[in-house]
């Protein structure tokens, strides 16, 4: 007789594949995370068509104090002091709704409520009891970049 995967093992597996495709590039490539430590070394070839090293915005459009959600990169960009740029996930932690917007010094979830810090992504209002995941971006001259 054969034996088959008990149920939790295939959804542990699925679990696993899930997360770890979460945490890879915005690609449809299904690449992993190491793909995108290369594309990250490696910006600025144009050749890549994953997120790495696409423009998202200027450093005029986001003000101090504020920012501005990306809602196809699922991004959110502060500049929480003048010249200082910041980005996270702009997928609430609480329960995955994407941002609405930022103002007031926060990253506001109109769904439920939560707030984050423009700062460092914490929680400022639950319910979300864990803070926006940092994105990388790179700011060369007026350009902000997701790296």
Avoid: W, Y
Wanted: aromatic share 2%; hydrophobic share 30%; net charge negative.
């Amino acid at each position: 007789m054969t034996s088959r995967p008990k149920r939790r093992t295939i959804l542990l597996a699925t679990g696993a594949a899930a997360l770890v495709a979460g945490c890879g590039d915005s690609g449809d490539d299904g690449g992993s995370t190491e793909q995108t430590a290369e594309i990250t070394e490696t910006p600025g070839t144009g050749e890549s068509p994953d997120a790495a090293g696409q423009e998202l915005t200027t450093t005029d459009d986001i003000p101090v104090g504020g920012g501005k959600i990306f809602k196809d990169e699922k991004v959110v960009v502060t500049q929480p002091e003048e010249g200082e740029f910041k980005a996270f996930s702009a997928i609430c932690t609480h329960q995955q709704c994407i941002v609405a917007n930022v103002e007031g010094g926060t990253i506001n979830c109109t769904c439920h409520g939560s707030k984050f810090s423009i700062t460092d992504g914490a929680v400022e209002n639950p319910p979300a009891t864990r803070p926006l995941p940092a994105e990388e971006i790179a700011v060369e001259g007026n350009s902000i970049r997701l790296v």
